[in-house]
């Protein structure tokens, strides 16, 4: 799948069929995670794969806009962990998960990203995961074969781009 094509068309999708992630597929999205951009090379996140529905379906009744993790087939709950890098390690786990998105969708995946930092949700998710404290809960992402269809629009480039300094137009 072309890469500007893929980027263009993801969307996040908020209802599943039941039909099982395939190993492969799921291994192709957490190296694409792997490989993501880090500042220093650090690599300060730490991926969590549930595919066990007692445990989704405790995540989703924990989030009030994830309640449909308990139909995805698998949930990835991404971590990071300030120890490898006190400054990047809320950026840099956001950059693998952008690269999961992607190539969730051009494995015909569907996803959805819900943030857990800094709500009341994290600490309720660090203890369902029983995730060591110094962690932190970035967010978490369904995954799995959609059962819907998604558009939406983008603001127009001019409306949200600057040259030069902000506000001055091309």
């Known amino acids: 799948m072309d890469t500007i094509k893929t980027i263009r068309d993801r969307r996040s ?8 992630v395939e190993e492969e597929n799921l291994q192709i999205i957490l190296q694409a995670g792997r490989w993501a951009p880090s500042a220093s090379n650090k690599q300060p ?25 308990k139909e995805s087939p ?3 709950v991404v971590l990071g962990d300030p120890a490898k890098h006190p400054r990047y390690y809320l950026a840099d786990p956001h950059q693998a998960v952008q690269n999961m998105l992607l190539a969730a ?7 959805c990203w819900m943030g857990v930092r800094d709500t009341n949700l994290e600490p309720q998710f660090r203890k369902v995961l029983e995730i060591p404290e110094g962690l932190r809960v970035v967010c978490s992402i369904s995954l799995g074969y959609g ?11 001019e409306d949200i781009t600057s040259w030069e300094k902000y506000g001055g137009k091309k």
């Open 45 to 69: 996140w730490h991926f969590i794969v549930i595919r066990n529905h007692e445990m989704r379906t405790k995540l989703a009744d924990i989030h009030d806009y994830g309640r449909f993790m």
């Open 105 to 111: 969708h051009s494995q015909g995946l569907a996803t």
């Open 13 to 20: 999708i908020r209802k599943y069929k039941p039909n099982e």
């Open 74 to 76: 698998v949930v990835i």
């Open 147 to 157: 059962d819907q269809e998604r558009k939406s629009t983008r603001f127009p480039l």
